[in-house]
């Protein structure tokens, strides 16, 4: 499956912005995705996760309650809608899939990766 991660961009501190993925090659449906992200100088971590029918989510700690994931199968997408967003979420963020129905949080275990997008939040 190839992904490709649009939607990101400079806001404010406070702002909103969601960020998409599109998915094309394979049964949408059978991936469940995920979002991490990456600041300079710091390793990638996981954002969120979503089951390949929508109905488990998890979230890391410092997005849970600001960040929701979700998908649209008819339209091979997932959205990540980020609310109150703040300078320490700015990094590239990274869609990523898996042939599984597990939300998963290790970025090892995801065989497909987007391109990234950066999303830069001023303070």
């Known amino acids: 499956v190839q992904l490709q991660a649009f939607g990101g961009g400079l806001v404010q501190a406070g702002a909103s912005l969601r960020l998409s993925c599109a998915a094309s090659g394979r049964t949408f449906s059978r991936y469940a995705m995920g979002w991490f992200r990456q600041a300079p100088g710091k390793e990638r971590e996981f954002v969120a996760a979503?089951?390949?029918?929508?109905?488990?989510?998890n979230y890391a700690d410092s997005v849970k309650g600001r960040f929701t994931i979700a998908r649209d199968n008819a339209k091979n997408t997932v959205r990540l809608q980020m609310n109150s967003l703040k300078p320490e979420d700015t990094a590239v963020y990274y869609c990523?899939?898996?042939?599984?129905?597990?939300?998963?949080?290790?970025?090892?275990?995801?065989?497909?990766w987007g391109q990234g997008t950066l999303v830069t939040v001023s303070s």
């Open positions: 979503i089951s390949w029918s929508g109905g488990n989510t």
């Open positions: 990523a899939a898996e042939e599984t129905d597990w939300v998963i949080q290790n970025s090892g275990e995801y065989d497909y």
